[in-house]
């Protein structure tokens, strides 16, 4: 299983940096120099993660290094709008790759932690933790985009969020 989850995960940190730099046109020299230098901390800390995860051998630590990515790819986010013209496409991008990164990665890893760890083990505590963690860091920042009237101009951006939202239910601790 870690085997097949690794060129997995690695592919979603991967495509999150390539496709957090998309544009509809061609961009210009200077444009390609700014998406470079905007993204270059967030490939960075992507690839640490996608190192640690590999280096995991447990459903749970997976989990938790699935979900750090996510809080990465959630701070860039939050930069992103704190900027006075928040790129609407990026955040469109940026948002599709935490859903991608949720449903394919963290979601299977936690299926099958729940299906290993007992309940009233320390697992299962550190399991809901995760699961908590995710779901409250998820909603957190879906709030916070929902509620900035300057992001409710693009519809690229709503169905992005909504994608990303549908995720929530799966994410919550199962209650045993």
Same mark, same amino acid.
């Given at each position: 299983?870690?085997?097949?989850?690794?060129?997995?995960?690695?592919f979603?940190?991967?495509?999150?940096?390539?496709?957090?730099?998309?544009t509809? =046109?061609?961009?210009m020299?200077?444009?390609?120099?700014?998406?470079?230098?905007?993204?270059?901390?967030l490939?960075?800390?992507?690839l640490?993660h996608?190192?640690?995860?590999?280096?995991?051998?447990?459903?749970?630590g997976?989990?938790?290094e699935?979900r750090?990515? @996510?809080?990465?790819?959630?701070g860039?986010?939050?930069?992103?709008?704190?900027?006075?013209?928040?790129?609407?496409? =990026?955040?469109?991008?940026?948002?599709?790759?935490?859903t991608?990164?949720?449903?394919?990665?963290?979601?299977?890893?936690?299926?099958a932690?729940?299906a290993?760890?007992r309940?009233?083990?320390?697992?299962?505590?550190?399991?809901?933790?995760?699961?908590?963690q995710?779901s409250?860091?998820?909603?957190?920042?879906?709030?916070?985009?929902?509620?900035?009237? =300057?992001?409710?101009?693009?519809?690229?951006?709503?169905?992005?969020?909504? =994608? @990303?939202?549908?995720?929530?239910?799966?994410v919550?601790?199962?209650?045993?």
């Amino acid at each position: 299983m870690k085997t097949n989850l690794i060129p997995l995960v690695c592919f979603v940190l991967l495509s999150a940096f390539a496709d957090a730099q998309s544009t509809p =046109r061609t961009p210009m020299l200077a444009d390609r120099i700014r998406m470079i230098q905007v993204n270059h901390a967030l490939l960075e800390d992507l690839l640490d993660h996608g190192i640690r995860l590999s280096d995991t051998d447990t459903h749970l630590g997976r989990a938790a290094e699935c979900r750090k990515a @996510l809080v990465t790819i959630g701070g860039e986010v939050n930069r992103t709008v704190e900027q006075p013209a928040a790129d609407l496409d =990026r955040l469109s991008e940026l948002a599709d790759q935490m859903t991608q990164l949720t449903t394919e990665g963290l979601l299977p890893t936690l299926e099958a932690a729940r299906a290993q760890i007992r309940a009233g083990s320390p697992g299962a505590e550190k399991l809901a933790k995760i699961e908590t963690q995710t779901s409250d860091d998820l909603q957190t920042l879906l709030t916070g985009l929902t509620l900035d009237p =300057r992001l409710n101009r693009s519809e690229t951006l709503r169905i992005a969020l909504d =994608r @990303l939202r549908s995720t929530l239910p799966s994410v919550k601790p199962v209650e045993k």
